[in-house]
């Protein structure tokens, strides 16, 4: 079971990324630590589970890891963009007299 190489991947594009683009912002910083610590999960899991390098199926194990990754980029996407996401409900109990 190796599914935790690829957040551990995708933290070290993150973190690549960040440095080589100069940008330092908070949004990006919970991107990576999230990628982290999903890849931190799933290394522990394994270690405990006494699987850490056995894969009966590579390319499930990867298609799982994408699945955690896109899992992981969408709740960062959910917490960094709430602001936005939350608008149009605030509009419509505005409109309907909700939150007066």
Known sequence: MVCYIVPLIATLFGVG??????????KSLLLNVMLFGGALFGFVDHLW??????????????????????????S???????????QPFRQLGRIIGFFE
């Open 17 to 26: 990324g960040r440095k080589a683009l100069g940008k330092h912002g908070q």
């Open 49 to 74: 589970h006494g699987g850490l390098f056995v894969s009966a199926n590579l390319a499930m194990d990867m298609m799982l890891g994408g699945t955690i990754t896109l899992a992981i980029f969408a």
């Open 76 to 86: 960062w996407g959910a917490l960094a963009y709430r602001h936005h996401l939350m």
